[in-house]
T-cell receptor, first 111, second 113 residues
Framework: GQNIDQPTEMTATEGAIVQINCTYQ??????LFWYQQHAGEAPTFLSY????GLEEKGRFSSFLSRSKGYSYLLLKELQMKDSASYLC????????????FGAGTRLFVKA | SAVISQKPSRDICQRGTSLTIQCQVD?????MFWYRQQPGQSLTLIAT?????????ESGFVIDKFPISRPNLTFSTLTVSNMSPEDSSIYLC??????????FGPGTRLTVT
């Protein structure tokens, strides 16, 4: 089976750095994704990790450790517009490479 | 990238009726997925719809309740049959390009009364 865990909510201050953790258990692994979703909107792609290590893209970075079943999303120089839900998702390598999503972490950025 | 449109964007339906949601993609894609997102919740995969084969349904979802069509590489429909208030949700179409990045449509907000 598959299981993805991430914190329900986090609060951080504008300009700060926040790290959102994700742990997963899957029967097969073909990549880990992070998506951002603002209220009432569809999810948008942020990052993809398939190999261990850190992927950096502007203010956002994502890290993966396959042996530990662990990932984190790092957001730097937080802005008010970063207030959103952040979804960790894992793609398996069977059954049509389907992607399963975690419950999401609601991030509140305060002034 | 891929641009995905869905119709209708929202609807209010009566219990016991059916609604068909359309998903149109601006490019040919092999893998297409249908998700459901209930208020305040994350996305739950309903089924995977690949052209040329029958849809593959996830545990808890059956073809009689959620029939899917995939007539070509740019279009799919999801029907929510014999609706009940528990089916009230946002239904999202999604495609995967090159087996990698996944794009989502704007969603169809369904309310069943």
């Amino acid at each position: 089976g598959q299981n993805i865990d991430q914190p329900t909510e986090m609060t951080a201050t504008e300009g700060a750095i926040v790290q959102i953790n994700c742990t997963y258990q899957t029967s097969g692994f073909n990549g880990l994704f992070w998506y951002q979703q603002h209220a009432g909107e569809a999810p948008t792609f942020l990052s993809y990790n398939v190999l261990d290590g850190l992927e950096e893209k502007g203010r956002f970075s994502s890290f993966l450790s396959r042996s530990k079943g662990y990932s984190y999303l790092l957001l730097k120089e937080l802005q008010m517009k970063d207030s959103a839900s952040y979804l960790c998702a894992v793609r398996g390598n069977t059954g049509g490479f389907k992607t399963i999503f975690g419950a999401g972490t609601r991030l509140f950025v305060k002034a | 990238s891929a641009v995905i449109s869905q119709k209708p964007s929202r609807d209010i339906c009566q219990r016991g009726t059916s609604l068909t949601i359309q998903c149109q993609v601006d490019s040919q894609v092999t893998m297409m997925f249908w998700y459901r997102q209930q208020p305040g919740q994350s996305l739950t995969l309903i089924a995977t719809a690949n052209q040329g084969s029958e849809a593959t349904y996830e545990s808890g979802f059956v073809i009689d309740k959620f029939p899917i069509s995939r007539p070509n590489l740019t279009f799919s429909t999801l029907t929510v049959s014999n609706m009940s208030p528990e089916d009230s949700s946002i239904y999202l179409c999604s495609v995967a390009l090159d087996g990698y990045e996944q794009y989502f449509g704007p969603g169809t907000r369904l309310t069943v009364t």
